[in-house]
């Protein structure tokens, strides 16, 4: 039986609706099968949140198949096989095909990473998206064992494939994507340098893959793991050479960390949104930060509601044109009273830095279509994540000077720092360029509900 759907039955005793008798006999089935050569687990969805993987190598198609058909009977819906060659893929097929008393059971072969699927992918149900990145063509066996991998066990999987070092700029083509990324998998061969670049851009967990791609100094792979193992920076992990599938598994665990063993987060469940702004704090980082707590197709979805909601593409000069434009938005009247809470914060600072009443606020960057539309998609985020609550790290302001309508300004402007003064802790290193923007600044003074230190 798999986690949920004990966990549905239990709540179905609860209510009534099952009764004592029913749940024993669903719980009655052993912990594990004995085949003679296998013993299959079936509780370890249980124990682990993720049930058995079978390893293919060393074993017959036959051993194979009698191991995902135990597994398949005692109630476990999909089953992965790893490191399976084509032939014996074929042969595990068929038996699993046919029987004479037995139900046909559909399995799926992968060739290009070597796997076996029982039961089909399932629909992503994790924090946000998984990254992985690949060195180069050699290494997409082990990027792709360790993407399907990902995908098997419930996660949305961006592939960003030949990213190599030696062409630096393909992956820094990327860098919102690993920017948005609950957990990157970085791949590579030779000298194995893609985790630690990887690694100084991403701000969530890197898990280094070392690959037996290479020349003859490069000692199948133990070059590349060394190199990994010495990374520079911080947050990076190594699994052992061309383990595409320890590194998967391990980007799943990171991805559904907010989430109960094996659940995903539940219909009822409403999460914790965490926002990281000790780098970049920008109206378009909190939007990056928003959306990637949401699988794609309510990201999607977001998109297509911003579209759809008809920001027009002009110029708004006060907060009175700003605020009529918001109540005709095709939009709910949560996401509405959202983005008014934060115009308002806007135009008081305004005031503040200029020694003007709001009413008399003029609006400039912040009032333009593009601004509003990203805002918009934030509140619309946010709306659709429903979080208890919102928490964020200390803001990074920015160093420097910055050009706008009113000519060279220092960073924080003073419209940004007199919403920061409203109770907004900044980080004490500041980093060069402009950080935090007056717009951000008033999104996050109205949804974060506490700081970290």
């Known amino acids: 039986m798999e986690t949920r759907e004990l966990r549905a039955l239990l709540e179905r005793v609860a209510k009534g609706e099952a009764s004592a008798s029913e749940a024993e006999r669903a719980l009655r089935t052993a912990p594990f099968t004995d085949l003679g050569y296998a013993k299959a687990d079936h509780h370890r969805g249980l124990r682990q949140g993720v049930s058995e993987v079978v390893y293919g190598e060393g074993k017959t198609a036959e051993q194979i198949a009698g191991i995902c058909r135990a597994l398949a009977d005692g109630g476990q ?18 038996l ?17 990473p070597r796997l076996g699927l029982l039961g089909g992918l399932p629909a992503p149900d994790g924090d946000g998206a998984v990254v992985v990145a690949a060195a180069g063509t050699s290494d997409l066996p082990v990027a792709e064992e360790a993407a399907v991998t990902a995908e098997a066990l419930g996660n949305e999987v961006v592939r960003l494939y ?39 851009l991403a701000s969530c967990p890197v898990i280094a893959v070392p690959t037996s791609v290479g020349y003859g100094a490069s000692f199948g792979g133990v070059a590349a793991l060394l190199a990994m193992l010495n990374s520079c920076a911080s947050g990076v992990s190594v699994v052992n050479i061309d383990n595409g599938f320890g590194a998967g598994y391990q980007a799943h665990l990171v991805n559904h960390a907010g989430a109960p063993a094996g659940c995903g987060k539940g219909a009822g469940e409403r999460p914790t949104l965490r926002w990281s702004l000790e780098e970049n704090a920008t109206r378009r980082h909190l939007l990056s930060e928003a959306l990637l707590h949401l ?22 000069h006060d907060l009175g044109e700003v605020t009529a434009t918001i109540d005709a938005l095709c939009a709910s009247e949560r996401v509405k009273r959202d983005m008014h809470a934060i115009y308002r914060i806007l135009a008081e600072a305004e005031a503040a ?20 539309e ?4 934030i ?27 009113h000519g060279k300004l220092p960073v924080p402007a003073p419209a940004t720092a007199a919403v ?34």
């Open 77 to 94: 819906k999909r089953v992965l096989v790893t490191r399976l060659d084509a032939e014996k893929a074929a042969e595990v097929e068929r």
């Open 96 to 112: 699993l095909s046919q029987g004479k008393d037995a139900v046909p059971l559909p399995f799926e072969y992968r060739d290009l």
């Open 162 to 200: 030949d990213v190599g070092v030696a062409g630096i700029h393909r992956l820094l083509a990327h860098a919102d994507d690993i920017a948005a990324a609950r957990a990157v998998v970085a791949v590579a061969g030779m000298e194995g340098a893609l985790a630690s670049v990887v690694g100084g």
């Open 295 to 316: 699988p794609e197709a309510r990201r999607a979805q977001v998109r297509a509601d911003v579209q759809a909601a008809g920001v027009p593409d002009a110029h708004h």
């Open 353 to 372: 830095a200029h020694g003007c009443s709001v009413d008399e606020t003029h609006f400039h960057e912040v009032g333009n279509g593009e601004a509003i």
């Open 374 to 377: 990203n805002v918009l998609a």
């Open 379 to 405: 509140c619309l985020a946010v709306e659709t994540l429903d979080p208890v609550e919102i928490v964020a790290t200390r803001v990074q302001t920015g160093a420097g000077t910055v050009v706008c309508a």
């Open 420 to 453: 920061i003064a409203r109770g907004i802790p900044v980080c004490e290193r500041c980093l060069p360029g402009e950080r935090c923007t007056p717009t951000s600044a008033a999104v996050i003074l109205h949804f974060v509900d506490r700081f970290e230190a």
